[in-house]
């Protein structure tokens, strides 16, 4: 069956009507490459400045920190890899969590390797960063601090300002990775304190392939890419003009409408929340009740396996995405659900419903409707279920 409702906006997003109308001239009229002189080369290169004027107004920062990449990942190693070759000599660790995405977990594995020595903080059972914590954790020879804005899984989002404050009084570079949150939660790198931050395009309406790192005028950051001297010489390579278009269409929009849609969504979000877990024994939440993006439903479900809860979502047309093996390719359960307390078992009977804009109250209906009777067919399967409602019989 066709996908009749979406619900892993969290994963990706479909680009913008909008956004989609203000890149295509970009493919077929206005295809001259930015570095050019002449003018239909200056029309990309004015059309690539406005949009990063638009990235810079959406997190309050000035145009000429804003650099555009291939996305949240390139944007992560930048910020990583890029800071720790160019403050090596001033020293070598680097505080994080261990609920970050992979593109900060793996880069700092590299950076290991090579070197630098790697704190990854723990999390409360909510997913929140203990300030406490932290701050004990930098050393003289502390450079950066890591730690994402709001998490990709269960949603929580972090006391970013407090982090940025602390890192400013100790003289630590502070880098966030604000893809989950971009366009979904007001953000202001200024008053923040924030000194790096990574986007994406395809989180929030603009096409895949295209993000941007913001850079604090006057971080140090060494290049990942060598080639031409695009961006500043900071990003090597012909410039993503397409891309970068609808990156700064989306994230203006997003800013725009972010009052009204993040009260929408979080009152769809609730009603999702509230509606799973009144109605479906032995089940939570994952994440921090009021403290998660507007958007984000994660519940872990006892006694069944996200694979097949996926499957049967899907046979009635519903896109979602667990912590299960079958979504990461992977045998071990999510690492953010872990980093939780949650035991494996847990784990991988759970299932994140992300919304957006073009989600309806008739699809969160149909969701509470449908998936009620898919857990109960799944655990009348389950010997574990089994055993409980003969203990409890």
Same mark, same amino acid.
């Given at each position: 069956?066709?996908?009749?409702? &979406?619900? #892993?906006?969290? $994963?990706?997003?479909? =680009?913008?009507?909008?956004? +989609? /109308?203000?890149?295509?001239?970009?493919? !077929?009229?206005?295809?001259?490459?930015?570095?050019?002189?002449?003018?239909?080369?200056?029309?990309?290169?004015?059309?690539?400045?406005?949009?990063?004027?638009?990235?810079?107004?959406?997190?309050?920062?000035?145009?000429?920190?804003?650099?555009?990449?291939?996305?949240?990942?390139?944007?992560?190693?930048?910020?990583?890899?890029?800071?720790?070759?160019?403050?090596?000599?001033?020293?070598?660790?680097?505080?994080?969590?261990?609920?970050?995405?992979?593109?900060?977990?793996?880069?700092?594995?590299?950076?290991?390797?090579?070197?630098?020595?790697?704190? &990854?903080? #723990?999390?409360? $059972?909510?997913?929140? =960063?203990?300030?406490?914590? +932290? /701050?004990?954790?930098?050393?003289?020879? !502390?450079?950066?601090?890591?730690?994402?804005?709001?998490?990709?899984?269960?949603?929580?989002?972090?006391?970013?300002?407090?982090?940025?404050?602390?890192?400013?009084?100790?003289?630590?570079?502070?880098?966030?990775?604000?893809?989950?949150?971009?366009?979904?939660?007001?953000?202001?790198?200024?008053?923040?304190?924030?000194?790096?931050?990574?986007?994406?395009?395809?989180?929030?309406?603009?096409?895949?392939?295209?993000?941007?790192?913001?850079?604090?005028?006057?971080?140090?950051?060494?290049?990942?890419?060598?080639?031409?001297?695009?961006?500043?010489?900071?990003?090597?390579?012909?410039?993503?003009?397409?891309?970068?278009?609808?990156?700064?269409?989306?994230?203006?929009?997003?800013?725009?409408?972010?009052?009204?849609?993040?009260?929408?969504?979080?009152?769809?979000?609730?009603?999702?929340?509230?509606?799973?877990?009144?109605?479906?024994?032995?089940?939570?939440?994952?994440?921090?009740?009021?403290?998660?993006?507007?958007?984000?439903?994660?519940?872990?479900?006892?006694?069944?396996?996200?694979?097949?809860?996926?499957?049967?979502?899907?046979?009635?047309?519903?896109?979602?995405?667990?912590?299960?093996?079958?979504?990461?390719?992977?045998?071990?359960?999510?690492?953010?659900?872990?980093?939780?307390?949650?035991?494996?078992?847990?784990?991988?009977?759970?299932?994140?419903?992300?919304?957006?804009?073009?989600?309806?109250?008739?699809?969160?209906?149909?969701?509470?409707?449908?998936?009620?009777?898919?857990?109960?067919?799944?655990?009348?399967?389950?010997?574990?279920?089994?055993?409980?409602?003969?203990?409890?019989?």
């Amino acid at each position: 069956m066709a996908t009749k409702i &979406y619900m #892993d906006h969290a $994963a990706t997003t479909p =680009v913008r009507k909008e956004v +989609l /109308e203000e890149i295509l001239p970009f493919f !077929t009229e206005y295809y001259g490459n930015a570095s050019g002189i002449y003018s239909i080369a200056q029309e990309s290169k004015k059309a690539m400045e406005k949009a990063r004027a638009q990235v810079a107004a959406g997190i309050h920062a000035k145009p000429e920190e804003i650099y555009f990449t291939a996305g949240g990942s390139e944007s992560d190693n930048m910020a990583l890899r890029g800071v720790a070759e160019a403050m090596r000599q001033k020293g070598n660790h680097i505080i994080t969590t261990k609920i970050e995405h992979h593109a900060i977990l793996h880069t700092c594995e590299y950076l290991e390797k090579h070197g630098f020595s790697i704190t &990854y903080l #723990d999390v409360d $059972a909510d997913g929140k =960063v203990c300030l406490k914590d +932290l /701050e004990a954790a930098i050393r003289p020879e !502390t450079i950066l601090i890591s730690i994402m804005f709001a998490n990709n899984e269960i949603g929580t989002v972090e006391p970013i300002a407090q982090i940025g404050k602390l890192a400013r009084e100790n003289g630590v570079v502070f880098h966030t990775d604000a893809v989950q949150a971009m366009g979904h939660v007001p953000i202001d790198v200024e008053e923040m304190q924030i000194d790096l931050l990574s986007i994406s395009g395809h989180k929030l309406g603009a096409p895949k392939g295209i993000g941007a790192l913001y850079i604090r005028k006057g971080v140090k950051v060494e290049p990942l890419i060598f080639g031409g001297a695009q961006e500043k010489k900071m990003r090597a390579g012909t410039e993503n003009i397409p891309g970068i278009v609808g990156l700064g269409k989306a994230v203006e929009l997003a800013v725009q409408e972010l009052p009204e849609t993040k009260k929408r969504l979080e009152a769809m979000r609730d009603r999702l929340i509230h509606g799973i877990l009144d109605t479906i024994p032995y089940s939570k939440l994952n994440g921090h009740p009021v403290d998660r993006l507007p958007g984000n439903c994660n519940i872990s479900f006892e006694f069944i396996e996200g694979e097949s809860m996926l499957l049967l979502l899907d046979a009635l047309g519903i896109a979602a995405s667990s912590g299960s093996a079958c979504t990461s390719g992977s045998l071990d359960p999510s690492h953010v659900l872990l980093a939780i307390g949650l035991p494996h078992e847990k784990a991988h009977g759970s299932l994140r419903l992300t919304l957006d804009m073009d989600n309806t109250e008739e699809e969160i209906d149909f969701v509470l409707e449908k998936l009620p009777v898919i857990i109960q067919r799944l655990r009348d399967m389950s010997p574990l279920y089994e055993a409980i409602q003969k203990q409890n019989s």
